[in-house]
Each structure stands twice: as C-alpha cells, then as structure tokens.
C-alpha cells in the first residue's frame, strides 16, 4: 500500500529565507501528487499538483516543487518565505491505477515563519 | 455554488448519542470523498461517492459509521453511538472528475466533532 513520509514535523524558518519542505512516497508506480496548506481552523487549499510531465511543477503563493521519481520524493519549495506563509503543509499520493481515487497523506510539516 | 460547504462548524455529542454531518460539494462535480482528521495530522480516508453510488468504502469502520449522497439533498456523513475515539474533524472534499484535467478534490472548512 502506499505511504507517504513528511520527515519533518516542524520548520522553523526566518522571513525572507528559502525553504523546503521534504516529501517522500512509497511506489515507483505511477503516481499522483500533490501539496496542500491548512491553514489554523481552515479547510485544506491545493497549492500545486504533479500529474504527468515536466519534473518542475509551479503553484500558488510562489511555490514551486520537483517531482524525482528515482528518488520517490515530491518536496516543496519557495525562494522567499512571508510570514503570512506560517501553516500546516500536507503532502499527498493518489494512485491512478488503483481506481480509488482516494489521497493518502502524509503527517503533514508545520512551517513556522519568524520575523 | 463555488465552493464545498460543510455544516456544522462544529458539534458536541455525549458518548453514545448520534452525529451527523452534511456536506454541499461544488455544483457539478460528482466525486464527493470524506476524510477524518484525528491528532491533528493524521487524515484518515472514510468514504467516496461517484454521484449517489459509493465509489470506495474501504475506510468506513463497519458498524457505526454511514453515509449518503441523496439527489438534490448535502451529502451527509452519520454516526451512530459516537464513541470518545470518534472527536475529530470530518473533512468532505469533491472532484468535477478524476482524469488529467480534473484531478483534484477541493475541500470544506471541516466539521469539528468532540464526543464528551
């Protein structure tokens, strides 16, 4: 079954300061991928989606991610965080063979951005 | 309308009585998914629906938890003899599709249920 590891449960980060935020997911299948943001009391908003193509997939908010697939990894990234960009970051797999269509997440990171 | 609309924000139950939450998904979309959010992070796959069929139900615990997809009615998401275990947010996502255009579930504000 899949799964999805988000290794760092906390990233405290200095405004104006690059980060990243590390995904890995189990298969080398063919996948879907995805990140989203939870904001305190929020539903969750997509920030941007991997579903086939180019490697280097750009969002919303200035973030941008790299899907590997050697490296089954999805992690996300932005030059310059804001504070405004403090919040719960979850990154998810959906399985396109399995005809589910259901996500699996992964345990989500919490960025902090300090001024 | 625009956006998927969960009611209510929020709901207390004494251990025991029943529970249950609705759902609006965006207006032509025919996947509705419910996901339950415990501990904070961990999200928890319950039930999906293509229009008012269940698509997947492979994270439905067996015996207290049901739910709908009516025509013209929210879907709605019921548990009977809410148990401690049960306090979570209910969160209820929908897709217009789920082919390479359309491949993505936008989700409600959630429903947060406390079970005292």
């Known amino acids: 079954a899949q799964s999805v590891t988000q290794l760092d449960s906390q990233v405290p980060v200095f405004e104006e300061a690059p980060v990243e935020l590390r995904c890995n997911y189990s298969?080398?299948?063919?996948?879907?991928l995805f990140w989203y943001v939870q904001y305190p009391n929020q539903g969750l908003q997509l920030l941007l989606k991997?579903?086939?193509?180019?490697?280097l997939v750009k969002g919303i908010n200035g973030f941008e991610a790299e899907f590997n697939k050697s490296q089954t990894s999805f992690h996300l990234r932005k030059p310059s965080v804001h504070i405004s960009d403090t919040a719960e970051y979850f990154c998810?797999?959906?399985?396109?063979?399995?005809?589910?269509?259901?996500?699996?997440f992964g345990t989500g990171t919490r960025l902090k951005v300090l001024a | 309308g625009e956006e998927v609309a969960q009611t209510p924000k929020h709901l207390v139950r004494g251990e025991g009585q029943k529970a249950k939450l609705y759902c609006a998904p965006i207006?032509?979309?025919?996947?509705v998914f419910w996901y339950q959010q415990v501990l904070k992070n961990e999200f928890k796959f319950l039930i999906s629906?293509?229009?008012?069929?269940?698509?997947?139900e492979t994270g439905m615990p067996k015996e207290r938890f049901s739910a709908k997809c009516l025509p013209n009615s929210p879907c709605s998401l019921e548990i009977q003899a809410t148990k401690l275990e049960d306090s979570a947010v209910y969160f209820c996502?929908?897709?217009?599709?789920?082919?390479?255009?359309?491949?993505?579930?936008?989700f409600g504000q959630g429903t947060r249920l406390t079970v005292v």
């Open positions: 207006k032509g979309h025919s996947y």
């Open positions: 991997y579903l086939s193509g180019s490697t």
């Open positions: 998810a797999v959906s399985d396109p063979t399995s005809g589910t269509y259901k996500y699996i």
């Open positions: 629906f293509q229009n008012e069929n269940v698509f997947d």
């Open positions: 298969s080398s299948v063919s996948v879907y």
């Open positions: 996502a929908s897709s217009q599709s789920w082919d390479r255009m359309n491949t993505e579930a936008f």
